[in-house]
């Protein structure tokens, strides 16, 4: 059974920086492409950046261009998101997502990902 554990959330203040884990358990992130979305209250939950297993290839968000950097680590079985620059407006629950076995693409669409960690809150003052 997969199961991916996020942590590192905390409240932070505008313009700091945050590194969030996934810890992976269940399987290995060496073969699985891997997301990082946020929902933020009333709003739908969106990708924020997303990193293949087969090569380099990620996505970002536009608002995460530049300050936002997705990673994986293989013998730690851990996918990060370094967060620099915070803005209140990145305010939200972050949750990491797995795509089924042998899909490649590091696409922004949720439905694309089978599992789901249970997130972890980012409060971002101004």
């Known amino acids: 059974q997969v199961q991916l554990v996020e942590s590192g959330g905390a409240l932070v203040q505008a313009g700091g920086s945050l590194r969030l884990s996934c810890v992976a358990s269940?399987?290995?992130?060496?073969?699985?492409?891997m997301g990082w979305f946020r929902q933020a209250p009333g709003k739908e939950r969106e990708c924020v950046a997303s990193?293949?297993?087969?090569?380099?290839?990620?996505y970002y968000a536009s608002y995460a261009k530049g300050r936002f950097t997705i990673s994986r680590d293989n013998a730690e079985n851990t996918v990060n998101l370094q967060m620099n620059n915070l803005k209140p407006e990145d305010t939200a629950i972050y949750y990491c997502a797995r795509r089924p076995e042998g899909r490649v693409e590091p696409t922004a669409n949720s439905g694309d990902y089978d599992y789901w960690g249970q997130g972890t809150q980012v409060t971002v003052s101004s």
């Open positions: 990193i293949t297993w087969i090569n380099t290839n990620t």
């Open positions: 269940g399987g290995s992130v060496e073969i699985w492409t």
